[in-house]
């Protein structure tokens, strides 16, 4: 088995282990959010990762994690966010009638559902971007398909919370999905750009925000 094969077959063992046993989570159990995002998720999600990287003998940079274009990383994902954060304050007014900041995170104000976020985006991006993503677009040589597949699987993970979790209605569901697919598209672009796993943690938070708005 050549090196890209053996890549192509460790990036689709994770993705079906990721599709399944989340998947198989969201359905039979729900922990509290902060419970699930920052301890159950990471676990999850994190552990395989770094089984693969001594199996395929490289270390945490290969999955983006570096100081290196840090700045640009930051610029860059603030740049492109801004549009989420734009579309997220827009409809929130659209759906109170005011800008109420606080209408879907409780009484509790910002600072726990964000730094939930970075929880979040942490675990997410260093699983899609920094390794999947990352991975199939060396195996591949082209950014886009890359991009493309690794989104389509991103929307596949989030379809049991849309439906079990969250019980949108068709409609919302669809809407939903799109959008993940749409946000796994830029921030694989914006990790393209930088190789910094932080671009696309940055841009994860930024895109969060309305995602909580359709809750």
Partial sequence: MSKKEKIVKNITIYAIFILIVWGFYR???????NIEETILKPIIWLTPL???????KLGIPSLGITLKNLFPAIYLSLG???IFAIEAIFLNFLKYKTFNF???????????PLLVSFATAISEEVSFRGYIFNRLWGVLNNEWLANILTSFVWALVHIPVTVFVWKLSLSAAILYLFLTF???LG?????ARTKNIFSSVFLHVLWQWPIILFR
């Avoid at 359905?27 to 959010?33: E, N, Q, R, S």
């Avoid at 770094?50 to 395929?56: D, G, R, Y």
């Avoid at 606080?102 to 726990?112: D, F, K, R, Y």
């Fill in 80 to 82: 492109l966010g801004a």
């Fill in 102 to 112: 606080g209408a879907n995170i409780g009484e509790g104000g910002l600072m726990l």
């Fill in 50 to 56: 770094f089984f693969l990287l001594k199996k395929e």
């Fill in 182 to 184: 749409l946000f796994g």
């Fill in 187 to 191: 921030s694989a672009f914006v990790f």
């Fill in 27 to 33: 359905v039979l159990f729900k922990l509290p959010d």
